[in-house]
């Protein structure tokens, strides 16, 4: 009985992971890029508000992560400046472009 509850953790465990790993891809620059493509087809003018929430989103945390630097939870080397933005964790540019994209 016990392997069997070992088991059954382990397989909910990976079942959770993975959906979590495809909620986070939402807020990827691919899945953005493609919604973007598709309102540029659809509706423009929704189009142009997500182009301009989308720069804008990235100039803030852009910002914030220039004057505040917080490391990844599995650290990133950096020796430059972009390389220094890149390894900051925070804020999450992934949950900003979903919570603009949501909104």
Do not use: C, W
Not at 11 to 35: A, E, M, P, V, W
Not at 62 to 70: A, E, G, S, W
Not at 78 to 87: D, L, P, T, V
């Amino acid at each position: 009985m016990n392997r069997l509850n070992i088991r059954m953790n382990k397989t909910l465990k990976r079942q959770i992971d993975i959906i979590f790993r495809d909620i986070t891809s939402l807020g990827g620059l691919s899945f953005f890029i493609l919604l973007m493509a598709f309102l540029l087809i659809v509706q423009q003018e929704l189009f142009i508000q997500l182009l301009a929430g989308f720069l804008l989103t990235f100039a803030v945390v852009v910002l914030i992560r220039t004057f505040y630097f917080k490391n990844r939870p599995a650290r990133k080397e950096y020796s430059n400046y972009f390389e220094k933005i890149e390894a900051s964790s925070f804020p999450s540019l992934h949950a900003a472009r979903i919570a603009f994209a949501a909104v």
